[in-house]
Each structure stands twice: as structure tokens, then as C-alpha cells.
T-cell receptor, first 113, second 113 residues
Framework: EAAVTQSPRSKVAVTGGKVTLSCHQT?????MYWYRQDTGHGLRLIHY???????EKGDIPDGYKASRPSQENFSLILELASLSQTAVYFC????????????FGPGTRLTVL | GDSVTQKQGQVTLSEDDFLFINCTYS??????LFWYVQYPGQGPQLLLK?????NKGISRGFEATYDKGTTSFHLQKASVQESDSAVYFC????????????FGSGTRLLVSP
């Protein structure tokens, strides 16, 4: 049974619209991460969290917000979606800092038109 | 900041060929290094991890040793199979606080039968 799930798996949004991507983990991990994947750029960290009700900025947080209402759930929010945010988004969880293995979800393909 | 470089965007091989994927890194600390593999339609998953220079990480026939002198962490496999076709990411734990992982841009491996 998949330990990190994401919804939706794909989404088409309009420019200027609000988008919420959801992530749920059953690993009992404290750390959760949001990455975006673009061709030629690998994975880039947007936001992360190490405890419920707290989030931290990663390397590319502009235009994104994050919410961690519980240990199991971590959301990524695009308040005003833009064309440049078209990408594949991955959520991950781990039981420690970066030294620990990260377990990734299957990804959400977001297309902003 | 810390960085990882993968210059090979794509590697094309035939089954039973030898695999060598380049990775070099830049950091001011003693890094923990990873290789993650991403199969089509899935999120990345950990392939192997090395925490100490000159130690070899081995998993599923793949191996990597990180060389502090040349700052390299190349991935090798003696004989590839079609099922090894995937994208391979080299990554390291960022030295500032250790909370995040820095990923390379990835190398796509295509293995033909």
C-alpha cells in the first residue's frame, strides 16, 4: 500500500486561479517536502515542514504557500497560478533531516493555461 | 551553496552493457551522497546512499563510491537490463543545517533489448 499519496494526479488550471495540491503520508514521518520537477532542472525544493502547523521555505518558495494541518497531511497552495508554474510536483516524507531517505509520492502534473 | 552536477542528459545502452553515470559535487562539508532512481510515472526512490568518503554503496547491482579528492560520486553497473531504464539523480545533503537535499538535473538511461 502506497505510503505517500498525492491528489489530484493531474490538473489543468487557468492563469490567475487558485490551485491546491494535497499530500498524505502514512509513514508516521515528521518531515514532509514539496518539490517541483522541470526538465533539465531535476528536483527543486519549494517548502518543507518538520512539525504540524509549521512550514519552512525552501529554495523556490515565491508564488507558493504551504500548509501542514496534521502530521499526515501537507498541502501546496498556488494562490494565483501562472504559466511558469506548469510542472510536475512531488511530495515526500522522511523521518529525519536530509540524511534520511525520502519517500516520494507519485507526483501531480499541473498544467496552467 | 552546495551543488551537484550531472552533465549527461541521456545515456543509451544495450542490454549487458556497462553503465557509468557521471556526478560531481561541490560542498564545504563532508557530504552524505545519494543516488535516487525514477521509473516512468513514479516518484524518485532511493537507490543507494554513502555517508563516508571512499566507502562504496551497493544496491541492486549498482555501486557508487564517493571520492573526496575529485569530488565525484559516479554510478556504475556491470551489466544493465532493459528494466534499468529510468532517470537517475545524484544528490547530496546540503551542509547548512542538513535539512534539505540538493538534486542534480538527472540522467535518463535508455536500455534497448
Amino acid at each position: 500500500e502506497a505510503a505517500v499519496t498525492q491528489s489530484p494526479r493531474s490538473k489543468v488550471a487557468v492563469t490567475g486561479g487558485k490551485v491546491t495540491l494535497s499530500c498524505h503520508q502514512t509513514n508516521n514521518h515528521d518531515y514532509m517536502y514539496w518539490y517541483r520537477q522541470d526538465t533539465g532542472h531535476g528536483l527543486r525544493l519549494i517548502h518543507y515542514s518538520y512539525v504540524a502547523d509549521s512550514t519552512e521555505k525552501g529554495d523556490i518558495p515565491d508564488g507558493y504557500k504551504a500548509s501542514r494541518p496534521s502530521q499526515e497531511n501537507f498541502s501546496l497552495i498556488l494562490e494565483l497560478a501562472s504559466l511558469s508554474q506548469t510542472a510536475v510536483y512531488f511530495c515526500a516524507s522522511s523521518d529525519g533531516l536530509g540524511y534520511a531517505e525520502q519517500f516520494f509520492g507519485p507526483g501531480t502534473r499541473l498544467t496552467v493555461l | 551553496g552546495d551543488s551537484v552536477t550531472q552533465k549527461q542528459g541521456q545515456v543509451t545502452l544495450s542490454e549487458d552493457d556497462f553503465l557509468f553515470i557521471n556526478c560531481t559535487y561541490s560542498t564545504t562539508t563532508y557530504p552524505t551522497l545519494f543516488w535516487y532512481v525514477q521509473y516512468p510515472g513514479q516518484g524518485p526512490q532511493l537507490l543507494l546512499k554513502v555517508t563516508t568518503a571512499n566507502n562504496k554503496g551497493i544496491s541492486r547491482g549498482f555501486e557508487a563510491t564517493y571520492d573526496k579528492g575529485t569530488t565525484s560520486f559516479h554510478l556504475q553497473k556491470a551489466s544493465v537490463q532493459e528494466s534499468d531504464s529510468a532517470v537517475y539523480f545524484c544528490a547530496l545533503v546540503d551542509g547548512t543545517g542538513g535539512y534539505k537535499v540538493v538534486f542534480g538535473s538527472g540522467t535518463r538511461l535508455l536500455v534497448s533489448p
